[in-house]
């Protein structure tokens, strides 16, 4: 199924501008035949019960009738919609009712896809799909129907659009849309300048070594996988709010894995690769270095699914380097994957090892565009809005300058984790993968685990996170723990401790692992960031206390140059 191209849809709104009745003509009275929704369904060979649809049609046209009727009195609709929340949608009764008339053929549409006969999965890509069409058919996405578009161009003389569309196409010559002030960071001067030096470096990778801040750090270090599929600063923004530079102001020595962007040189790299090129060699140099038999792991989202599959197969090759081992927002047991299932099948799946399983590059900005349609209100058409129609500037934001600094994947490592996770979910049975020459069986990790889902989070669901907790350390499971956070994917693990916002759980039961929703049923939210509860796990699983080492690297492994190197500058795009 092809899903709507959010950057194709942000750029087709001028020619809306002219004609407002095309997307009007779609959005009238709902009638399943002929809509875009409609040969969804079709396609699937979906359908809705005689009886739930005539119930959701009277339910439509009782909710039409008074919503026109209100019209009729010149009363103003109530708008519970952010979009629509400013004066000049709610002081002005056609502009209110547009929306209302909007939102309530929306609630159709969904409702309509909620009733569809069909399995789950597919259930899940219909209302995805219909989602999609939704919210691009806002009113507030079209000149002609955004009042507030419309007052601000008045009050410029017009300014407004002239720079509105310089913008989009400042935009579309880029490919992407503009989230934020780009211009206003770069990597190495005011983002990831955490200082340190490249100690190590192969094809895949840079292995970066900060500089202590504390005289004494605990004696393991501490290795950090980030995802490849994003760039590792996001856990070394700012000073303020550093992942990296919190853990080092704890004691800890910290290592660092910067991903090379994949080029057309690496399209025949694989998944075992990362695991045997990648993670198992970031933690030897870091032994090495370090002078210490064992490290403490970390691993975030995919990083942490690289670096739990290397633990795996050093296990089984009876070696065990690490003491404990950190997972954020990772899945291992691919059950449940959100919003995301949407984009994988069997279908899919075969299309890109048709196309890139023997080799190629999945292109960044193609997986860019996918995380954003996972949010197209924030992500994508908020920008239309604000960039395009009102002609604004976005303002400097550290975390969505890194959002937009893609990355590339290669195809053959891609395909693979597509089709042995997503799809058939191999990797949380024991001996059921073979990586790098190894049966993969993640419960012989018998290391103690700290392992952190965010609650609301749309891409590793907290429940999906929790499940590791069943599946590592199957020797010792009351050795690992479980801590929940506040907030999304990226803004949950961003939370400094400094901050002192939001809030995390807490559940000490001992013993085997509970059911997830009985874990949340005993746990205790304690105010502020999770960090506090991590530095100390590691503070545990650390070791005795040594003098912080002065000088960066070793004979064997030099500095090559200053942190942040230079592969984390290579962009995508």
């Given at each position: 199924?092809?899903m709507?191209?959010?950057?194709?849809?942000?750029?087709?709104?001028?020619?809306?501008?002219?004609?407002?009745?095309?997307?009007?003509?779609w959005?009238?009275?709902p009638?399943?035949?002929?809509?875009?929704?409609?040969?969804?369904?079709?396609?699937?060979?979906?359908?809705?019960?005689?009886?739930?649809?005539?119930?959701?049609?009277?339910?439509?046209?009782?909710?039409?009738?008074?919503?026109?009727?209100?019209?009729?009195?010149?009363?103003?609709?109530?708008?519970?919609?952010?979009?629509?929340s400013?004066t000049?949608?709610?002081?002005?009764?056609?502009?209110?009712?547009?929306?209302?008339?909007?939102?309530?053929?929306?609630?159709?549409?969904?409702?309509?896809?909620?009733?569809?006969?069909a399995?789950?999965?597919?259930?899940?890509?219909?209302?995805?799909?219909?989602?999609?069409?939704?919210?691009?058919?806002?009113?507030?996405?079209?000149?002609?129907?955004?009042?507030?578009?419309?007052?601000?161009?008045?009050?410029?003389?017009?300014?407004?659009?002239?720079?509105?569309?310089?913008?989009?196409?400042?935009?579309?010559?880029?490919?992407?849309?503009?989230?934020?002030?780009?211009?206003?960071?770069?990597?190495?001067?005011?983002?990831?300048?955490?200082?340190?030096?490249?100690?190590?470096?192969?094809?895949?990778?840079?292995?970066?070594?900060?500089?202590?801040?504390?005289?004494?750090?605990?004696?393991?270090?501490?290795?950090?996988?980030p995802?490849?599929?994003?760039?590792?600063?996001?856990?070394?923004?700012?000073?303020?709010?550093s992942?990296?530079?919190?853990?080092?102001?704890?004691?800890?020595?910290?290592?660092?894995?910067?991903?090379?962007?994949?080029?057309?040189?690496?399209?025949?790299?694989?998944?075992?690769?990362?695991?045997?090129?990648?993670?198992i060699?970031?933690?030897?140099?870091?032994?090495?270095?370090?002078?210490?038999?064992?490290?403490?792991?970390?691993?975030?989202?995919v990083?942490?699914?690289?670096?739990?599959?290397?633990?795996?197969?050093?296990?089984?090759?009876?070696?065990?380097?690490?003491?404990?081992?950190?997972?954020?927002?990772?899945?291992?047991?691919?059950?449940?994957?959100?919003?995301?299932?949407?984009?994988?099948?069997?279908?899919?799946?075969?299309?890109?090892?048709?196309?890139l399983?023997?080799?190629?590059?999945?292109?960044?900005?193609?997986?860019?565009?996918t995380?954003?349609?996972?949010?197209?209100?924030?992500?994508?058409?908020?920008?239309?809005?604000?960039?395009?129609?009102?002609?604004?500037?976005?303002?400097?934001?550290d975390?969505?300058?890194?959002?937009?600094?893609?990355?590339?994947?290669?195809?053959p490592?891609?395909c693979?984790?597509?089709?042995?996770?997503?799809?058939?979910?191999?990797?949380?049975?024991?001996?059921?993968?073979i990586?790098?020459?190894?049966k993969?069986?993640?419960?012989?990790?018998?290391?103690?685990?700290?392992?952190?889902?965010?609650?609301?989070?749309?891409?590793?669901?907290?429940?999906?996170?929790?499940?590791?907790?069943?599946?590592?350390?199957?020797?010792?499971?009351?050795?690992?723990?479980?801590?929940?956070?506040?907030s999304?994917h990226?803004?949950?693990?961003?939370?400094?401790?400094?901050?002192?916002k939001?809030?995390?759980?807490?559940n000490?039961?001992?013993?085997?692992?509970?059911p997830?929703?009985?874990?949340?049923?005993?746990?205790?939210?304690?105010?502020?960031?999770?960090?506090?509860?991590?530095?100390?796990?590691?503070?545990?699983?650390?070791?005795?206390?040594?003098?912080?080492?002065?000088?960066?690297?070793?004979?064997?492994?030099?500095?090559?140059?200053?942190?942040?190197?230079?592969?984390?500058?290579?962009?995508?795009?």
């Amino acid at each position: 199924m092809n899903m709507p191209d959010p950057q194709a849809m942000g750029a087709a709104w001028l020619a809306q501008i002219s004609d407002p009745q095309a997307w009007q003509a779609w959005f009238k009275m709902p009638q399943m035949d002929g809509t875009p929704a409609a040969h969804l369904l079709k396609d699937l060979g979906a359908g809705v019960d005689p009886v739930a649809l005539d119930a959701i049609r009277q339910d439509y046209m009782a909710k039409a009738a008074a919503l026109w009727q209100e019209f009729a009195m010149g009363k103003i609709p109530e708008l519970h919609d952010k979009r629509f929340s400013g004066t000049a949608w709610t002081g002005n009764p056609v502009s209110a009712f547009s929306a209302a008339s909007y939102l309530l053929n929306g609630e159709f549409l969904l409702k309509m896809a909620d009733a569809v006969q069909a399995k789950p999965r597919d259930k899940q890509k219909i209302r995805f799909a219909v989602m999609q069409m939704v919210d691009a058919m806002s009113p507030a996405n079209f000149l002609a129907t955004n009042p507030e578009a419309q007052k601000h161009m008045l009050e410029t003389n017009g300014e407004s659009l002239a720079k509105g569309l310089a913008n989009m196409l400042a935009d579309m010559q880029k490919g992407r849309i503009s989230q934020t002030d780009e211009s206003a960071f770069e990597v190495g001067t005011n983002v990831a300048t955490s200082e340190g030096q490249v100690v190590f470096e192969n094809e895949l990778f840079q292995l970066i070594q900060y500089a202590p801040t504390t005289p004494n750090v605990h004696a393991l270090p501490l290795v950090m996988i980030p995802p490849c599929i994003n760039k590792f600063y996001i856990l070394d923004l700012q000073p303020a709010n550093s992942v990296v530079r919190y853990a080092v102001e704890q004691g800890n020595t910290v290592f660092m894995v910067s991903w090379r962007n994949p080029d057309a040189s690496m399209g025949q790299v694989t998944w075992d690769q990362y695991v045997e090129q990648g993670a198992i060699t970031a933690i030897n140099v870091a032994r090495e270095i370090a002078k210490t038999d064992k490290v403490q792991a970390f691993g975030f989202c995919v990083g942490g699914t690289i670096v739990a599959t290397a633990l795996a197969v050093l296990a089984a090759r009876g070696e065990k380097p690490a003491a404990s081992l950190t997972l954020l927002t990772t899945l291992l047991d691919f059950s449940d994957t959100g919003v995301l299932e949407v984009f994988v099948d069997d279908t899919q799946v075969a299309l890109r090892e048709q196309q890139l399983g023997r080799g190629g590059i999945m292109p960044g900005r193609d997986l860019a565009t996918t995380f954003s349609a996972l949010r197209p209100n924030d992500l994508v058409w908020n920008y239309v809005q604000q960039n395009y129609l009102k002609g604004k500037e976005p303002p400097a934001f550290d975390l969505l300058y890194w959002n937009a600094d893609s990355t590339n994947l290669p195809g053959p490592m891609f395909c693979w984790y597509l089709r042995n996770t997503y799809l058939e979910n191999s990797l949380q049975e024991p001996g059921r993968l073979i990586v790098c020459g190894e049966k993969v069986d993640l419960g012989a990790i018998d290391i103690p685990v700290f392992i952190y889902g965010s609650r609301e989070d749309h891409i590793v669901p907290w429940q999906a996170a929790y499940a590791s907790m069943h599946i590592l350390n199957r020797a010792q499971p009351s050795n690992n723990r479980y801590v929940l956070g506040a907030s999304g994917h990226i803004a949950g693990v961003i939370n400094p401790a400094s901050k002192n916002k939001r809030s995390y759980w807490t559940n000490p039961h001992q013993g085997a692992p509970l059911p997830a929703e009985d874990w949340f049923d005993g746990a205790t939210e304690h105010p502020g960031s999770w960090w506090t509860a991590w530095a100390a796990f590691l503070a545990e699983n650390g070791g005795k206390d040594v003098k912080a080492r002065t000088k960066l690297g070793s004979k064997t492994h030099a500095p090559i140059e200053p942190a942040p190197g230079r592969y984390v500058k290579v962009r995508a795009d």
